[in-house]
């Protein structure tokens, strides 16, 4: 396969912080890949949050291949491809993958990196990829990131917010309550579509790891009634996106 270093370092990047620490599932330790006709997905997840993103090829690639390779190989392909527009050549092996760049502006003949991938399987989390959406809201990040952050501050232990999504009004409230310091709500006007309202929770962090990846000002969260999973997109943009789970409390 043939990629542009920086296509790849840069899609890397959106994903590579999504991946479980935990070693009892060795699978999700890693970011998944994908290649299939003119795309390459990747893919992390640590079962609380999912983030893909999807490059489009150049050139098709003759049959599907997939593999998972290890978070501290793809931050060091972060880390050496960043902002290089060179194409780098990917060649595979049963448990091996080895990354080849010509270097033409310096005395050496090319750029080598070698890892091992992880063995096992890749959960099929294409299933757990909402839809159909009974509410979708848009906002403006910068505005939404800054009030999040507000509430944040009172959040209780397990990092939670709680949101309002207020059709009739067109409005969602953001609140953050503890105990022991007290209570902090914020209101923005939103483009809701949907019907009624709902309440729904989630880990102001997670939240927020999900926002600062969305590339543009106006972003989308999709949600249904049924404690299933967020996805936040990029307006406009749809080869990245963020899945997040409700907490449930």
């Not at 990629?3 to 840069?10: E, K, N, P, R």
């Not at 599907?64 to 972060?78: G, R, T, Y």
């Not at 091992?116 to 809201?137: A, D, S, T, V």
Request: hydrophobic residues 40%.
């Amino acid at each position: 396969f043939n990629i542009q270093a920086s296509l790849l370092a840069q899609g890397l990047a959106q994903v590579a912080d999504m991946t479980a620490t935990s070693s009892v599932q060795p699978e999700i330790s890693g970011v998944y890949f994908n290649f299939s006709n003119n795309q390459l997905k990747m893919v992390a997840t640590d079962s609380f949050r999912l983030a893909e993103k999807t490059i489009t090829l150049s050139e098709k690639v003759e049959k599907e291949v997939s593999f998972i390779l290890p978070q501290k190989a793809c931050k060091e392909i972060i880390n050496l491809f960043t902002g290089i527009e060179k194409n780098i050549k990917i060649c595979l092996s049963s448990n091996q993958i080895l990354l080849e760049m010509l270097m033409s502006e310096t005395p050496h003949p090319k750029i080598q990196f070698f890892s091992r991938l992880i063995e096992g399987e890749y959960p099929n989390y294409q299933e757990i990829i909402p839809q159909k959406f009974e509410f979708k809201i848009s906002l403006q990040k910068n505005i939404f990131l800054q009030y999040l952050k507000t509430v944040s501050l009172f959040s209780n232990k397990i990092n939670e917010v709680k949101m309002k999504i207020k059709q009739g009004d067109q409005e969602v409230e953001i609140e953050g309550q503890n105990s022991d310091i007290g209570q902090s709500i914020g209101s923005l006007s939103a483009k809701i579509e949907g019907n009624g309202s709902m309440e729904v929770s989630f880990n102001w962090r997670f939240l927020i790891d999900g926002l600062n990846q969305l590339k543009n000002k106006d972003f989308t969260l999709t949600i249904n009634k049924d404690d299933g999973p967020a996805v936040l997109k990029s307006e406009g943009d749809s080869s990245y996106l963020y899945l997040l789970m409700p907490l449930r409390t």
